[in-house]
């Protein structure tokens, strides 16, 4: 088996001799193509929402947004707080409603009530969940740069195409067969175009990551 070419940034690809040469079934192209595009489409966005860190800090900020604003609204009374979720405040001539208004004022109050619960039961998931899905984010190695999550993501999805394919699993090599340097060679070729070590850098960190949290 020949050693593959790692495609340079500028050459357009041929999906079909990547599938046959890496995966040894022209069939998978689609597969590859179909991941170099979202891929792609996930690095122009990506952008926007921070590293990874950042968006670990934005979640932790969330869950504690969330457990201020329960702690807020359950110092409120009661009746005021009712009020938040719709509820009028009590009439003081309640004797004087009819049995028609009285039958809208409870069912106000128990419309306000049902309101409440289920903006509370939303806000303590909330709370759950962010803390939860925080520590999902792995931090990284003490001095490792930051992996850029749509590196990351197409490590992940070119791992289960791999795997998909190939009857050896895939590993951090970067020898001429090795699952590194596919993944170098499709993430390096358009249309992701990424830079070599930041692949380098997230294929090790896949790794790592896969065995510390098993």
């Not at 690095?43 to 807020?72: C, F, M, T, V």
């Amino acid at each position: 088996m020949e050693r593959p070419a790692v495609l340079k940034p500028q050459i357009d690809p041929d999906y079909a001799a990547l599938a046959q040469t890496w995966l040894n079934d022209v069939t998978a192209a689609p597969a590859l193509i179909q991941a170099t595009r979202e891929i792609a489409r996930y690095s122009r966005d990506h952008g926007e929402y921070g590293s990874p860190a950042q968006r670990r800090n934005k979640i932790i900020a969330i869950g504690k947004a969330a457990a201020r604003l329960r702690k807020h609204l359950l110092e409120i009374d009661p009746t005021t707080r009712l009020a938040l979720f719709g509820k009028s405040p009590p009439d003081e001539n309640i004797e004087s409603l009819s049995e028609a208004e009285r039958m809208v004022s409870a069912a106000a109050t128990r419309a306000a009530l049902d309101d409440q619960d289920r903006f509370l039961s939303i806000v303590d998931s909330m709370i759950t969940r962010a803390e939860a899905f925080s520590a999902t984010i792995a931090p990284q190695s003490a001095g490792a740069p930051e992996t850029p999550d749509p590196i990351a993501f197409g490590v992940e999805w070119l791992a289960t195409i791999w795997r998909r394919y190939r009857h050896d699993p895939p590993d951090s090599s970067f020898k001429w067969d090795g699952f590194g340097t596919f993944v170098e060679t499709i993430l390096g070729a358009p249309p992701v175009g990424a830079d070599a070590a930041k692949i380098r850098t997230a294929v090790r960190y896949h790794f790592a990551a896969s065995t510390e949290w098993r």
